[in-house]
């Protein structure tokens, strides 16, 4: 996928009409541990329920391994007040910033 890399826009916090930078958000991991309630509330229901349909890993782990893309995270930045502004999440290999003339 090819983008410009600066775009004008509209920047809601200038308000105004600005050229904004465009770049490519870097994928921070998400914590997907559980809190101390999870984990007592998880204790807690020990013993009850089966052990069936529910009990085993959801197949969204696997969906989402087997996928050829991923989605890039697309921001504008305003050149003066340097606010970041979410621009798209495209579904794409890669993503190459081509300079805007
Ligand atoms: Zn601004």
């Known amino acids: 996928m090819k983008?410009?890399?600066r775009m004008k826009a509209y920047c809601k916090k200038c308000?105004?009409?600005?050229?904004?930078?465009?770049?490519?958000?870097k994928t921070r991991h998400r914590g997907g541990?559980?809190?101390?309630?999870?984990?007592?509330t998880k204790r807690n229901r020990r013993g009850y329920g089966n052990q069936?349909?529910?009990s085993k890993k959801p197949v969204t782990?696997?969906?989402?391994?087997?996928?050829?893309?991923?989605?890039v995270d697309l921001r504008l930045e305003c050149?003066?007040?340097?606010?970041?502004w979410v621009m798209s999440r495209p579904r794409t290999?890669?993503?190459e910033f081509v300079r805007a003339q």
């Open 61 to 71: 782990a696997t969906k989402m391994a087997s996928k050829s893309s991923k989605k």
């Open 52 to 54: 069936g349909k529910f």
């Open 3 to 5: 983008l410009p890399d």
């Open 79 to 84: 050149p003066t007040c340097h606010k970041k």
């Open 33 to 40: 541990g559980m809190g101390a309630t999870a984990r007592n």
């Open 93 to 95: 290999k890669r993503v």
């Open 15 to 25: 308000g105004a009409h600005t050229l904004h930078r465009v770049r490519q958000e």
